[in-house]
């Protein structure tokens, strides 16, 4: 790539990130995991506690999340048996009369929320500085449907994406809506909401369908749909690296008309919003991003976003000052 089309790369941002799907780690699991450019491992004691360390064990550098097990409310090194609990303290060598005081594995705060697994990233190791909402209601009631579930894997980062919520002319150019929605937006600390009203056509007409989209920083975001029908669309985006995102779109929908008709419109509108990502691959997957991009009059408040994203990064040369 030239340097006059060099892409340009923010770091991988702080924030509060999906890693896991609850359900799919039950007591007794331990997985490896592969996020921030870091390998990770995750695990759930048999007490059903949660945790996530970073990956090798500081011994002989053995990674926990192949051939690692559980026991107890530890888990145990494949290589020569250490113990370690889920804040990655030191409880025990086999082996050994003396453990080593300094031996203990980085910790990651983690939170679950509506059967999704979550951890806070900080590139200088920071404890959390802000928080995700504990509980989803529409996750908790019985008068909505269960996930419906898209998963894949993007390169492109975290910032493009947020901005693809605010930047309504490309509905009309990419996506072929007959419409260009006025996106309005609020911005309250590491809060994002973003309001929209666009027209459906359906077979029983255009019907007048209002968009609200709150983000927690770049990885999380809930979209609810109302007019047609009510829907809650929970959007993750997890760095892998500086260069790819792993994204999930966990959809439910209002049983108003009843559980079998709500799954099938709920798997209408994920099929819609997938074929509208693949859409959007196609660019994000090929386009540079510009640190200063020329904006005109109609490009909606990207630079609303711009200004709002700034609080999630801390540059390399910000680091290199704080040291």
Request: aromatic share 10%.
């Amino acid at each position: 790539m030239s340097a006059s089309t060099r892409r340009f790369t923010p770091p991988i941002p702080n924030g509060w990130f999906q890693v896991a799907v609850s359900d799919e780690i039950k007591p007794g699991d331990v997985k490896p995991l592969r996020y921030f450019d870091k390998d990770l491992v995750i695990f759930r004691t048999e007490s059903g506690k949660i945790s996530v360390l970073d990956a090798h064990c500081p011994h002989l550098g053995a990674h926990l999340g192949y051939g690692g097990k559980v026991e107890g409310d530890g888990v145990v090194c494949p290589f020569h048996a250490w113990k370690f609990d889920g804040a990655g303290k030191l409880l025990d060598v086999p082996y050994a009369k003396r453990k080593p005081p300094k031996a203990k594995i980085p910790c990651w705060p983690v939170k679950e929320v509506a059967g999704l697994v979550f951890v806070w990233h900080h590139v200088e190791g920071k404890a959390p500085e802000w928080d995700i909402p504990d509980a989803v209601p529409e996750y908790e009631s019985e008068e909505w449907t269960e996930y419906l579930t898209h998963s894949t894997t993007m390169r492109t980062n975290n910032l493009d994406m947020a901005e693809n919520q605010v930047d309504t002319v490309h509905f009309h150019y990419v996506h072929a809506a007959t419409n260009m929605p006025k996106a309005e937006t609020e911005v309250d600390g590491h809060i994002m909401r973003v309001s929209s009203i666009s027209d459906i056509d359906t077979s029983m007409g255009s019907v007048e369908q209002k968009v609200e989209s709150t983000s927690y920083g770049f990885g999380l975001s809930y979209v609810r749909m109302t007019g047609l029908v009510d829907t809650l669309l929970t959007g993750t985006q997890t760095p892998i690296d500086e260069d790819e995102v792993d994204v999930h779109f966990n959809f439910m929908v209002k049983k108003t008309s009843g559980a079998d008709v709500a799954r099938g419109i709920g798997k209408a509108w994920l099929k819609e919003v997938v074929r509208q990502l693949e859409q959007d691959r196609l660019i994000w997957e090929h386009k540079v991003q510009h640190e200063n991009p020329l904006l005109c009059d109609g490009d909606g408040p990207i630079g609303v976003l711009r200004r709002w994203s700034r609080q999630f990064y801390t540059w390399p040369d910000e680091r290199s000052a704080a040291e």
